[in-house]
């Protein structure tokens, strides 16, 4: 067998772990949020989402208020988050009001902080938009100390349906979707801020690696033909 | 350009204290390589660029970086939240840090091909015994970076991986429980044992900047082999490290960079494998995640400590097989080196490659019954391989190698 | 191909792999040289805010800005008339020694005197400029308790403690002293009525 048939079954062999990703690791396939991080309109959204609903419980202590102002991607002006802030500081992240005794008692667990949700855990934002939508009635009681969830692995959430979209109207379905896809949009970009601007170096980068390879590579064939191989 | 330097005043200067002009000469720009080399041997000069890469994002990193375990809000501590301010806050610190950590595992992916091409064509082979084993301390060094320096971000992962790996030292009789304690710092993974890790997480890759050297000196001394691993006597088998192997190498250098830089820039976490998932969670050490796993490059070696249900043979096990690759050059002994003119060897070679890459997916991938038994069959061959071949000369018939290229 | 052929290509292809080397080293150098550059939080605490209605009128407040003091008075009518009548004390009475002790707020003979943008709130640097101290307080009023500590014309303003150098009550230096100027003047706006930011 040659060696660069021997490469080739290696790195055929090396695709099968990737096969893995697209699945919420535990069996049920997640539904595909529709998100833009370069729509600042949807991530604003998303803003809202998090802080009318989320904060509730939630906190995201990595973005700070100022940061709201400073990364393009949201772009508020001082005004609009000075309304958001009260009398908390600029240079204070997003944290909530929810003490954790007041969560354990109430909920049974304390709800993590989120500014990384969509990084830790498989599925990202496709993750957070399924389970968003995905509570589901428990008649048969199969989560008696829960909320039934269809998505989240073990299908039992301490977190009750926060959207609200277990009995919700049908007419109102268009605008939950939206809600959970928005606030997914706003948690995938608070997980990684510098993304859109980690892209936009990158295709430079590359490019510019392209073009060097190509002049090392017929630099090295022009100077190898001095040499009998 | 090197020319011109070396023409200068300036360097004249240098050059009468230091003998800089006789040593660039005679190791770098005159320096004899064969001239068949291929492009297998390439992967020498990428893992110093990427050992360069490592330290250089490293002691950036470290301007920022805190080693402490404190509670700051929530499960985040101070050492998570450093990071955290890598990646929002310094300039261009997400980039520093991408490319530190998909460095880390494309220092492996080099590494493993440079090891690789050595076993195949028979590098560790008289007179480059000495060579190969330099080499297997530098992959024991890198893997102990490696592991110290996963421990810092102090995610669930870290802190996992870490707690499981000490407690192997606790499965050693008698010293066992000492040697554990002595690691941690502490009667279990935490701020002590982050504070040291970080010290020899800083450590181990200047370590490295020696003993590569040390590495490079030996090869000086005996030459490269070369893909038919035969001996070359005649000078025109021979060609001069400048320009052929410089330009042939910035090529290789380029042709590297272009997959890095896609990960850094396009997929840092590469599927989980780099990043892993469960470390953008913060350590809890009341809760273990549903599945640990050491990062992809230590996943062979695990799978070697789990094939056996004794821990303590486990641990021993795992020693061994890391331990074993010391001896390869006295367990071989066949005068033929390149797998090339060696058909059984060969087959067994790429086998064993293919196991390599076996037992690595059996670490990585939640156990199962039936992947425990392929982990085991793995194992298995792994130390056959090299028991195997003290036998194999006596009845390979080795095809006749050629007298010259 | 003929020699010469060989030789242009040749050397051209050298020439653009260094070219493109040189500027993949410098782009290389960026990223590692601007993360030294203050980070994005370090800027944020780059400017402070302070209400200065919080401070009574005659008290002295000391706040940090960038990691270092700053005195915020509230300077009553009668602390004010202190800031005429000893202009011959003054070493320099319109703050024009160096640029540290002026900013571009001081655009009326009424700001340069008063050394603030309101009169009543004096917000000045708190760093003595002969070797750093914090000066003392010492406003013409209660200036009984000081007995014999301090010369009996000075109008009253600051005393520093290390090596004695005085300041009047608009922080300007007075002659004698060990300190060279005036105390440093600072880049800041009001944001509200109340509200400044200074940085």
């Given at each position: 067998m040659k060696l660069k048939q021997l490469l080739v079954a290696i790195g055929a062999l090396a695709v099968l772990p990737f096969a893995q990703s697209a699945v919420a690791h535990e069996g049920v396939a997640l539904k595909h949020a529709a998100v833009n991080l370069e729509d600042q309109a949807q991530i604003r959204r998303g803003l809202t989402?998090?802080?009318?609903?989320?904060?509730?419980?939630?906190?995201?202590?990595?973005?700070?208020?100022?940061?709201?102002?400073?990364?393009?991607?949201?772009?508020?002006?001082?005004?609009?988050?000075?309304?958001?802030?009260?009398?908390?500081?600029?240079?204070?992240?997003?944290?909530?009001?929810?003490?954790?005794?007041?969560a354990k008692d109430s909920y049974g667990k304390v709800p993590p902080d989120l500014s990384l949700i969509v990084a830790a855990r498989h599925g990202g934002?496709?993750?957070?938009?399924?389970?968003?939508?995905?509570?589901?009635h428990d008649?048969?009681?199969?989560?008696?100390?829960?909320?039934?969830?269809?998505?989240?692995?073990?299908?039992?959430?301490?977190?009750?349906?926060?959207?609200?979209?277990?009995?919700?109207?049908?007419?109102?379905?268009?605008?939950?979707?939206?809600?959970?896809?928005?606030?997914?949009?706003?948690?995938?970009?608070?997980?990684?801020?510098?993304?859109?601007?980690r892209h936009a170096i990158?295709?430079?980068?590359?490019?510019?690696?392209?073009?060097?390879?190509?002049?090392?590579?017929?630099?090295?064939?022009?100077?190898?033909?001095?040499?009998k191989h | 350009m090197l020319n011109t330097i070396m023409k200068s005043k300036v360097f004249g200067w240098v050059d009468r204290r230091t003998g800089a002009e006789a040593i660039i000469k005679s190791q770098l720009t005159e320096y004899p390589a064969p001239k068949n080399l291929n492009y297998m041997w390439n992967f020498g000069s990428l893992a110093l660029l990427v050992l360069v890469l490592q330290i250089l994002t490293g002691i950036f990193l470290a301007m920022y970086y805190k080693p402490s375990a404190a509670a700051t809000y929530g499960h985040y501590t101070v050492a998570f939240d450093s990071v955290e301010r890598i990646m929002r806050d310094v300039n261009f610190g997400w980039l520093l840090r991408y490319m530190h950590a998909v460095g880390a595992s494309a220092f492996f992916v080099v590494v493993y091909m440079h090891i690789g091409r050595g076993l195949y064509y028979g590098s560790y082979k008289e007179p480059r015994e000495l060579l190969w084993i330099i080499g297997v301390v530098i992959l024991l060094i890198m893997q102990g970076a490696a592991f110290f320096g996963y421990l810092l971000p102090w995610g669930q992962m870290s802190f996992w991986g870490a707690t499981v790996i000490t407690n192997l030292f606790g499965a050693l009789p008698v010293i066992g429980e000492y040697l554990q304690q002595l690691l941690r710092g502490g009667f279990a993974v935490g701020d002590p044992t982050l504070n040291r890790f970080f010290s020899l997480h800083y450590l181990f890759p200047l370590l490295l900047v020696a003993i590569v050297g040390g590495h490079v000196h030996a090869l000086h001394v005996v030459h490269s082999n070369n893909p038919e691993g035969i001996d070359l006597t005649k000078d025109e088998e021979k060609i001069m490290f400048h320009p052929y192997y410089t330009i042939k190498d910035a090529f290789g250098v380029a042709v590297f960079l272009l997959f890095y830089c896609y990960f850094v820039f396009f997929n840092p976490q590469a599927w989980g494998f780099f990043i892993e998932v469960d470390n953008y969670v913060p350590a809890n050490s009341l809760a273990t995640p549903s599945h640990i796993?050491?990062?992809?490059?230590?996943?062979?070696?695990?799978?070697?400590?789990?094939?056996?249900?004794?821990?303590?043979?486990?641990?021993?096990?795992?020693?061994?097989?890391?331990?074993?690759?010391?001896?390869?050059?006295?367990?071989?002994?066949?005068?033929?080196?390149?797998?090339?003119?060696?058909?059984?060897?060969?087959?067994?070679?790429?086998?064993?490659?293919?196991?390599?890459i076996v037992l690595g997916y059996c670490g990585h991938t939640p156990p199962t019954p039936t992947l425990k038994l392929v982990g085991q069959i793995a194992t298995f061959y792994y130390f056959a391989f090299f028991f195997l071949l003290l036998i194999v000369p006596k009845f390979e018939k080795t095809k006749p190698v050629p007298e010259g290229i | 191909m003929t020699e010469q052929a060989n030789e242009s290509r040749r050397n051209f292809l050298y020439l653009a792999a260094g070219g493109l080397g040189g500027v993949a080293a410098a782009a290389t150098a960026v990223p590692f040289i601007g993360s030294m550059f203050p980070a994005a939080d370090t800027l944020a605490a780059s400017k402070t805010e302070f209400d200065v209605s919080t401070v009574a009128p005659g008290q002295l407040v000391v706040i940090l800005w960038q990691g270092k003091p700053v005195f915020i008075t509230h300077r009553t009518p009668e602390l004010l008339?202190?800031?005429?009548?000893?202009?011959?004390?003054?070493?320099?009475?319109?703050?024009?020694?160096?640029?540290?002790?002026?900013?571009?707020?001081?655009?009326?003979?009424?700001?340069?005197?008063?050394?603030?943008?309101?009169?009543?709130?004096?917000?000045?640097?708190?760093?003595?400029?002969?070797?750093?101290?914090?000066?003392?307080?010492?406003?013409?009023?209660?200036?009984?308790?000081?007995?014999?500590?301090?010369?009996?014309?000075?109008?009253?303003?600051?005393?520093?403690?290390?090596?004695?150098?005085?300041?009047?009550?608009?922080?300007?230096?007075?002659?004698?002293?060990?300190a060279p100027f005036n105390l440093h003047a600072l880049p800041y706006e009001y944001l509200t009525d109340t509200k400044v930011v200074i940085g």
């Open positions: 989402v998090f802080t009318d609903v989320c904060m509730g419980c939630h906190s995201a202590t990595y973005i700070t208020y100022k940061g709201l102002m400073d990364y393009p991607e949201l772009g508020l002006n001082r005004a609009q988050v000075d309304e958001l802030r009260g009398e908390h500081a600029l240079t204070e992240g997003l944290r909530t009001d929810l003490s954790a005794e007041d934002p496709n993750y957070v938009y399924s389970i968003l939508t995905g509570f589901e008649p048969d009681g199969r989560v008696p100390d829960g909320n039934f969830n269809e998505y989240f692995p073990g299908h039992r959430i301490a977190m009750p349906d926060p959207l609200s979209w277990l009995d919700h109207e049908e007419g109102d379905t268009a605008q939950l979707e939206q809600d959970a896809q928005d606030v997914a949009a706003f948690l995938a970009f608070v997980s990684d801020p510098h993304q859109n601007q990158g295709k430079w980068v590359l490019g510019f690696l392209l073009l060097l390879t190509l002049v090392l590579w017929r630099l090295k064939v022009e100077i190898w033909k001095d040499v | 796993a050491p990062v992809w490059y230590l996943t062979p070696w695990y799978t070697i400590l789990r094939s056996f249900p004794d821990k303590l043979v486990g641990v021993l096990a795992m020693g061994g097989s890391l331990a074993i690759l010391f001896a390869l050059p006295f367990l071989d002994r066949s005068k033929v080196r390149s797998a090339r003119y060696r058909p059984v060897f060969k087959q067994m070679v790429i086998l064993f490659f293919i196991d390599v | 008339k202190e800031v005429d009548g000893h202009d011959d004390m003054l070493k320099d009475k319109d703050s024009k020694a160096i640029p540290e002790v002026e900013q571009p707020w001081m655009n009326t003979p009424e700001r340069r005197k008063y050394r603030s943008i309101k009169p009543e709130y004096l917000v000045i640097s708190a760093i003595c400029t002969h070797l750093g101290c914090i000066p003392g307080y010492k406003p013409s009023a209660g200036r009984k308790e000081w007995g014999d500590a301090v010369p009996e014309n000075w109008p009253g303003g600051w005393q520093c403690p290390c090596h004695g150098s005085l300041y009047d009550i608009s922080a300007r230096v007075i002659n004698g002293s060990p």
